[in-house]
Each structure stands twice: as C-alpha cells, then as structure tokens.
C-alpha cells in the first residue's frame, strides 16, 4: 500500500545519498558529521562554515524506529524554554538527532543504518510541522518557533565521548566566537555551544551509572567535563505496569543511605515520587563517592510530558508489533499521523520493510525462492532486524 504523500522514489535517493555517506564516514578520521539538516542547507557545515547557536538539543537515539516518544522529548524541551520570560522567542531553536554507529551496550541487530536515517529525516520533517500551529499552552496563542532539525552521526558510544566529540568538530559555535580559538580550548570565547542533552529517565540513570566508566576513580568524575558546559534534561515517564530493565537495575543497586531524606528506605524508580526523590537525593549527595557532585544535580532538569500522546510508546513495542503483524498498532505508536510527514513515516516503514524483503528473497539462492515467508515475517524480520 502506497500513500499518495509518499514519494518512494525520493527516499530511495536519499537512502542512498546516506549509504555512501556512512561510508564516507567509516573510512574517515571524523568521529561526528552532519549528514543532512531539515530544511536543508545549501552546503555542508564545517568547522570553517559553522551552524552558529547558542544552544543545542540533542537527542541521542538508535531511532530503531522513531516513535511519538523520540519527538516529544524534543517538542516538550522547546516549549519549556520558549514559554520562560527568559529564552522566549530569543533565537529559532536547532536540535541535532544524533545516530551513534557504534552502542556500548546494546547488540548489533539494527534496522540498515540507512533507513534509520531516512526515518530520522521522515521524524524531523513531522516535529517541525507541530510547531506551527500549536500555542505554547491553553492561556497563550503564541507559537513556538519550528525548530532546525540536523541529522548527525557519530563512531563514539560512550555519552560524554559524543558531546566532546561534537565540541572538538567545531561545527557548531556559540554567537561572537573568536575564529582564532580552538573548540573546547577552555577559553571563555572558544565558542562551544551549549549542548541540552534530551532523555528519558531511563538514559539518565544509564548516564549515571558507575559501570560505563571504567577507566576513572571514582568512575562518575568522568562527567566533570561535560557537565561543566553542558546540561541534561530528563523526562519522567511512568510505566508501573512494565518498568524498564534499567529501572528495575536501579532499583537494585542504588545507594539506599541518601537518596531520600526519609527512613523509608531508597525511592521507587517506577513512580513519579520515586523519580524525582533520586535527583533530590544526588542533591545531597547519594552519589559521591562514586563522584558525582552533588551541584552538578542543577545541571539536571527534570520534565513532564502530560500530553498523553506517549504514554505506553516505545521503539521496542513498535517492533514488537510489526513482529506481530498489527499494523494499527504500528501506525497507533508511531508519529504524527494528523499530517502528511507522520503518514510518509508510517508508508515508508510499510512499503520499505516489504519491498526489501522482497528484495532478498528475489535475489536469493533456489532454496531461498522456494520459501514463502509471510507478510508479517518478511516485514519485522528484514527491516527491524530480530
């Protein structure tokens, strides 16, 4: 099934402008690049030629595949800030979807890095379009500005190896940077943006997890650095009935002496309550001696979705559901599908999973032509990977 919105043609070129590009990459000593932005630029950003902001909202994801959730991370930041008397209406907001090629700790069964970008590309184009027509709040009729959206790559797994890696391309400046500077030089006009890391609770604990830091004593002293310039903005999202491993890993290991002020033992990391009372126990200082100072919590916000839109959405249950062969429930999960990015989203998913498949076993052996793998298989299997 084809949607009228979709031009398959299109995305076909543009998957493989990304193909080679990701090769480009791999054989590059880069470690971060800008592959495409939304609108797109007339030419590529350098050092030379930098995307100048003086903040960047960055959303580090395998976008395997995006969802409602990936965009109301970025969508409920931006509203945040635009309705505070302070950034309101300041600059357009740039956002970076930031793609890693390697994970730390995650198994290398993806969806062909190609189409991930591609379908980042599909979710940039959809948030932009809600940024046009939706008030800040039920009081106000003002707009939020529509976001620049570019899509990055990085080689580095680690989450504080990505934002240096982004500060040392120089790719990005703050506004009046001094040219003869180096990027993170340490000097007060070297430039370096602001990076505003966008996550769910479930990466903020990841974040602050000795585990990812072997190589320092004590192992959180690694994120010093970043969090010298840059913030993290966690959303609290709640899913009693299903809570995430990295959830229930939490909850068995973290220190139970400070991170709540009662004698009621350690917070519940699956309740709203329990969210909040982990930051406010980093506040007084639940995790220093692992290294992680205490001031460093107001580096730390924490936000709400209360839309509803994302309640119960996830990549893992989209996948789930293709595996499955509901197809409702992929549209249901998936973006926007009031407007015509949200609907080029879904189509591509369908029609790409399919044509692929179809791909392969066309292309195969005479064994492989024999099979007749069903829809639903050729779809969850070929495209999302098992």
Not at 93 to 112: C, E, H, S
Not at 148 to 167: L, S
Request: neutral net charge; glycine residues 6%; hydrophobic residues 30%.
């Amino acid at each position: 099934m084809s949607s009228p919105d979709l031009d398959m043609h299109a995305l076909q070129r543009l998957r493989s402008q990304f193909s080679q590009a990701l090769k480009d990459f791999a054989s590059s000593s880069s470690s971060f690049r800008i592959l495409h932005s939304v609108p797109t630029r007339a030419t590529a950003p350098t050092s030379s030629d930098p995307i100048v902001t003086k903040t960047l909202y960055l959303l580090d994801s395998s976008f395997n595949p995006p969802s409602k959730a990936h965009t109301s991370l970025v969508k409920t930041a931006l509203k945040s800030q635009d309705a505070s008397p302070q950034t309101k209406h300041q600059t357009t907001p740039r956002v970076l979807f930031l793609l890693a090629t390697v994970n730390a700790d995650k198994k290398p069964k993806p969806a062909d890095f190609e189409d991930r970008l591609v379908m980042m590309t599909l979710a940039a184009e959809d948030l932009r379009s809600g940024f046009t027509r939706e008030p800040i709040s039920a009081d106000s009729t003002a707009e939020t500005p529509a976001p620049i959206i570019d899509i990055g790559i990085t080689k580095e797994p680690y989450f504080v190896d990505k934002a240096a890696a982004i500060d040392a391309s120089g790719i990005y400046r703050s506004p009046g940077y001094s040219t003869s500077s180096t990027p993170s030089s340490g000097a007060a006009d070297d430039g370096v943006v602001e990076q505003i890391h966008l996550t769910g609770f479930d990466t903020l604990l990841r974040i602050f997890a000795p585990k990812y830091y072997p190589n320092n004593h004590p192992p959180l002293s690694a994120l010093e650095p970043f969090l010298r310039r840059h913030r993290l903005r966690a959303t609290i999202r709640v899913d009693p009935n299903s809570p995430s491993q990295n959830l229930k890993d939490a909850q068995k290991t973290q220190p139970d002496s400070k991170l709540t002020a009662s004698s009621e033992g350690p917070p519940d990391l699956t309740t709203i309550a329990g969210q909040e009372a982990y930051l406010e126990g980093i506040k007084n200082g639940a995790l220093e001696k692992d290294g992680l100072k205490r001031e460093w919590a107001e580096r730390v916000e924490l936000g709400w979705d209360d839309s509803g839109e994302t309640d119960g959405v996830s990549s893992t249950k989209i996948r789930n559901a293709m595996k499955d062969g509901n197809w409702d429930e992929v549209e249901g999960l998936s973006l926007r599908l009031d407007d015509a990015g949200g609907k080029r989203y879904f189509h591509y998913i369908n029609d790409e999973s399919h044509s692929k498949a179809k791909g392969i076993c066309d292309h195969g052996n005479s064994k492989t032509k024999k099979l007749k793998p069903s829809r639903v298989e050729l779809r969850s299997t070929h495209f999302f990977g098992t």
